[in-house]
């Protein structure tokens, strides 16, 4: 395709310029940041005509005597052209329209804006618009379908939509593009084009390729490149047949390919190597105009797209010959001069490479001038003479004419086309709380603890930190000298990181308001070639990840710790209290989705890795936003789609999204930027941005509250919203107890609250599937509830006449009855065995507690009976007015009827019903499982208050005084034989844990003492039940013995009736303590006499 690049004349004033031919070709229209519009009947016209339009033209569009321009004034005006008369303002935006183009007919008109938006407007009524909304950023370009169907639009955001226009509606969508903040900062206008005729294809460009997408199946179908083109691609523009398809961009190279053939059968450069910004072919096609950023105008003329030539025929050759002259051509090619395609002398059609010296084979050349593949000329068949260039390939009709042909012998492809889904660009390391580091004014940080402003600009290099409690630390003001990108505050410090440089290394400071000492600062240097990318702070501790994909920790003192390598590039890592959260990228992510993976470290004592590298699940097409701990210290983060995820530890460390900001937008641009979240109360605390991602620094942002909601279906339905609160519910209760194992002192008060939420949200359920006659549903939720709830839930299935609900119940009921004394002797025993191993430290205070024990059972003796006895009527009579309301009790001479509860036992969690029935054994103290650690006090603004000690010392205080008073007298102090007596026994899981220490030891010998204990406990639980009650009983034969011999030798130091009495007492006292040890014996008290 040999052309002739005409020289390039001045049309406007430097900056971005667009340019096109008018329906005829006898005119070029151009417009530029002057804000004219001219008018040229050719590249030579010295006396164009000039239409001002406004400070700024950005883009203009031209067809059946219309004129639209996109102006700097915020409107798409419409002129009369030639001449160039106003004829209105066809639509407004709130900024500048970036693009407009017309319908291939010219009765509508298409516009992108800055401000997110794109507008369909009919000519001839400019009431009649469409808009559509849906990206997140300006928008770069728009096109036509030429059958009016769709259209499509390219965005900062990184998106080529494709919209239905009748519906409105996304067709699809393409996250292909680098993404930015403003048109004026992107790589590349991305002007889209979409192939005359019947539209198959749209030609999207990307980098330095163009993307053919397949119309309807919006299949990626082809990608055009070539190898000198190799900086990214501004416009693309298909020629009138729709066989061809130009292109230029930065750098200044102007490139055409045959869409058939995939080749390039042209290439220049614009002269100084400016960047193209405009491009249009002639109707006849046969001359491309261009423009670049310097207001020139260029024209490619001679350009032939009517038949065949040379550059791509081939004649037919002996195979032999034909690799021999390959040979030939290969060496020369070798030879040639790398520049080519640099000059219009340098065309590849204008300078086909010879052969050989016959020359018969001296058009054997691909239309690149470039051989590139050797099978492409092994045998005839396959040689690239079969390849046509001309018209007459295609019909007069549509889909003729823009169909891709195959030839009739297929060519074998010079090179392999990936077809598959497309890598997507890994997201770059941030600083979750932190505003772009480009800005001049921006937040390096924003938490719970404070906020870190930095400043950037001619008049100050400044950091600003404010702290939300000015009791933390009063507000400071700091010079950055150093050029400070990254920043972090805790209630113990600010850490700040800066980048290398040439001269400088990437340095880490912190500055230790907290310490005691004089020094509160102190700074390190990392080693050459290795930059901070993320850094957090923790409780006593501060981390910073590397370049380098490596993890250094460092005491708040500035004392170098532990040092590890990451699977890969970081990208973000939030820290709370001993929780180091780190997210980095562990592969690469195709179609618009990033592989991260996740660490959570535990940096305590016992240093341990809590979640070993899994996925991080994003939304589709998605990348991460925020990272970081709620105020209690759940992990948690937000995606760009605004779902935030919250982990759930009792459910294996899995994520479950909790809260979704996007539903709480009011516009497509507007986002929610988070600076916290807490558990109790339920708060997401986050800053409303309008039209933008991030707030300003001034004036200060108001914090606003949005509320947490899961995705669970049907949330309309009452039955959904109960559903969706009780496990919000058991969700946001989970840090109690990981708070509790972690030694820090929690609110029992509020969390005793979310437990009976919980159990009245399930009678709530509970009483909706009686309505709705779901009585299994009803089963399932009678599981859920505690043993109380479950008895409300009998009592409300007897009185609704549900009998057989109410026998399924009472067996939950038994079983939950069971399995809470089973956990009871499992505490008993790991306290009487962790007690056992800690009696030689406090033995004298046992014995105490030992003599008071005794004490206050010989004073209740005579009381026990009758609180039995109480117990046992009020048991019964609450039944009965359960099942038995208005109707007389049978006749004592009667059979008793079998009732449903009849199976049902009750247990101690019934006592409270009694009143003054009487008090209950009180159980022997349970021994501490270790010395409780000092306790810690927690991060978070919400101060947590109510330490169990304080709540529990004061009703044993009252409890011990009131025993006091009911002792009679003191008995005289028991002899050393006494003492050993009076020894608690020992439970069948002690004797069990005697004789296998050693063997649980010899497996692990690294464990401690409670971890022994549980160690045990698990063994020892699954035993089976004939095992467990042997050692149970073993027990108890010691227990018998023990208590023979303390009531014979009582018994010997009283005389006459009192004698008598002591040992009615220790036959009592033996039953008593039978039934303490034996789990089975505590449901008996409640039991139904059925004599």
């Not at 460390?653 to 539903?663: A, L, M």
């Not at 809470?820 to 505490?827: A, T």
């Amino acid at each position: 395709m040999p052309c002739e690049r005409m020289p390039m004349r001045y049309g406007h004033s430097e900056g971005h310029t667009d340019v096109c031919f008018d329906d005829s070709g006898k005119f070029i229209v151009s417009c530029g940041s002057d804000g004219d519009v001219r008018i040229w009947e050719s590249l030579d016209d010295d006396d164009s005509k000039s239409i001002c339009v406004g400070e700024k033209a950005y883009s203009l569009a031209l067809k059946n005597g219309k004129l639209v321009t996109a102006a700097s004034n915020n409107t798409v005006q419409i002129h009369t052209f030639p001449d160039g008369d106003p004829d209105g303002i066809l639509t407004r935006f709130t900024t500048n329209p970036t693009h407009v183009t017309f319908n291939s007919i010219g009765s509508r008109v298409a516009a992108g804006s800055s401000d997110f938006m794109v507008k369909v407007v009919e000519v001839s009524d400019s009431s009649q618009q469409k808009v559509f909304r849906g990206h997140d950023a300006p928008v770069l370009s728009v096109t036509f379908d030429p059958k009016d169907e769709f259209l499509a639009s390219a965005s900062c955001d990184g998106s080529v939509v494709v919209w239905n226009i009748e519906e409105q509606t996304q067709a699809t969508s393409w996250p292909v593009l680098q993404k930015t903040n403003d048109v004026s900062n992107a790589k590349s206008l991305c002007r889209l084009a979409w192939q005359p005729g019947a539209g198959k294809l749209l030609a999207v460009p990307v980098d330095s390729k163009v993307h053919l997408y397949e119309r309807g199946s919006w299949d990626h179908v082809s990608t055009l490149s070539d190898d000198l083109v190799t900086q990214p691609i501004n416009a693309v523009a298909w020629s009138p047949s729709g066989q061809f398809l130009a292109a230029g961009g930065v750098g200044g190279f102007l490139t055409v390919w045959d869409v058939d053939s995939k080749l390039c059968v042209e290439r220049q450069k614009q002269e100084k190597g400016y960047t193209v910004c405009g491009l249009a072919w002639h109707p006849s096609g046969n001359q491309i105009v261009y423009s670049d950023t310097q207001g020139s105008l260029g024209l490619l003329d001679g350009l032939s797209t009517s038949s065949s030539h040379p550059s791509t025929k081939a004649t037919k050759a002996p195979a032999s010959k034909v690799a021999k002259d390959y040979d030939d051509l290969f060496d020369d090619d070798d030879d040639r001069l790398m520049d080519e395609g640099l000059s219009d002398t340098n065309s590849p059609a204008k300078n086909p490479v010879a052969g050989d010296e016959d020359g018969d084979d001296d058009d054997v050349v691909p239309a690149t001038g470039r051989v590139r593949n050797r099978g492409a000329f092994l045998d005839d068949e396959n040689s690239l003479g079969s390849l046509k260039l001309g018209l007459d390939k295609y019909g007069d009709d549509d889909d003729a004419g823009s169909a891709i042909v195959a030839p009739a012998a297929p060519a074998v492809p010079l090179r392999p086309v990936y077809e598959g889904p497309m890598p997507t660009p890994p997201q770059k390391a941030f600083q979750s709380g932190s505003t772009p580091a480009h800005l001049t004014h921006r937040f390096m940080m924003w938490n719970s603890v404070g906020i870190v402003r930095g400043y950037n600009d001619e008049q100050d290099n400044a950091i600003d930190v404010e702290f939300h409690d000015s009791a933390v630390h009063h507000a400071m003001h700091l010079t950055n000298s150093l050029g400070h990108s990254m920043a972090d505050v805790s209630q113990e410090a600010v850490l700040l990181a800066c980048p290398s440089t040439d001269e400088l290394a990437s340095k880490l400071q912190c500055l230790h308001f907290s310490s005691w000492d004089t020094n509160k600062e102190w700074m390190v240097d990392l080693p050459k070639g290795e930059d901070v990318k993320a850094l957090c702070l923790g409780q006593g501790w501060a981390a910073a990840a590397t370049s380098a994909m490596m993890l250094r920790l460092f005491s708040i003192g500035g004392i170098q710790r532990e040092i590890f390598s990451l699977p890969g590039p970081v990208v973000c890592m939030a820290g709370h209290g001993e929780q180091l959260l780190i997210v980095y990228h562990r592969a690469t992510g195709f179609d618009g989705d990033q592989a991260l993976g996740v660490q959570l470290l535990q940096l305590a004592q016992r240093k341990r890795q809590v979640i070993h590298g899994e996925p991080l699940p994003l939304s589709r097409k998605s990348y991460l936003s925020w990272l970081g701990f709620t105020a209690e210290g759940t992990p948690c983060y937000i995606d760009s789609e605004g779902v935030v995820r919250m982990l759930n530890r009792s459910l294996g460390n899995t994520w479950t999204p909790v809260c979704n900001t996007r539903e709480s937008c009011k516009g497509k641009s507007d986002h929610y930027w988070v600076v916290g979240v807490h558990e109790n109360p339920e708060q997401l605390r986050c800053i409303p941005c309008k039209g933008s991602r991030y707030p300003p620094t001034l004036p200060r942002p108001a914090v606003a509250i949005l509320p947490f909601k899961l995705p669970l279906c049907q949330t309309t339905t009452e039955k959904g919203q109960m559903e969706e609160q009780f496990w919000r519910s058991v969700l946001f209760q989970n840090h109690y107890s990981f708070l509790s194992s972690s030694g820090y002192e929690v609110d029992d008060q509020a969390q005793s609250q979310a437990e009976k939420k919980q159990q009245e949200l399930l009678m709530k359920m509970f009483a909706l599937s009686c309505k709705l006659e779901r009585e299994f549903r009803c089963v399932e939720l009678a599981e859920l509830m505690t043993q109380n709830a479950v008895t409300l839930a009998i009592r409300y299935a007897s009185r609704s006449r549900r009998m057989a609900l109410a026998q399924r119940l009472s067996e939950i009921a038994l079983e939950k009855a069971n399995q809470m004394n089973e956990e009871e002797f499992v505490e008993y025993s790991q306290a009487e065995a962790t007690g056992y191993h800690y009696n030689n430290r406090h033995h004298q205070e046992e014995e105490e507690e030992q003599r008071e024990e005794l004490e206050e059972e010989e004073g209740r003796d005579m009381e026990t009976e009758d609180a039995a006895e109480n117990r046992k009527r009020l048991f019964t009579s609450v039944v009965v007015s359960v099942l038995g309301s208005g109707r007389s009790s049978a006749s004592p001479g009667q059979p008793r009827v079998t009732n449903v509860l009849d199976s049902m036992t009750s247990v101690k969690k019934l006592a409270p019903l009694s009143g003054s029935a009487g008090k209950t054994n009180k159980s022997p103290p349970l021994k501490p499982l270790a010395p409780r650690p000092k306790a810690k006090t927690q991060s978070t603004l919400m101060q947590m208050t109510g330490s169990k000690t304080a709540n529990k010392k004061a009703p044993q205080n009252v409890e011990s005084a009131e025993d006091k008073m009911k002792q009679p007298e003191v008995p005289p102090t028991p002899s050393p034989v006494d003492n050993a007596e009076n020894k608690r026994p020992k439970t069948g899981f002690q004797l069990w844990l005697e004789e296998n220490r050693k063997s649980i030891v010899a497996d692990q010998p690294d464990l401690e003492e409670t971890d022994i204990i549980k160690e045990a406990m698990g063994r020892f639980r699954i035993l089976s039940a004939e095992e467990r009650l042997s050692w149970t009983e073993r027990a108890k034969g010691q227990t018998v013995d023990a208590a023979d011999l303390k009531k014979r030798k009582r018994a010997e130091g009283e005389g006459g009736a009192e004698n008598e009495n002591a040992h009615v007492e220790a036959d009592e006292s033996v039953a008593k303590k039978k039934k303490s040890l034996d789990p089975s014996s505590k449901l008996s008290a409640f039991a139904f006499n059925k004599n």
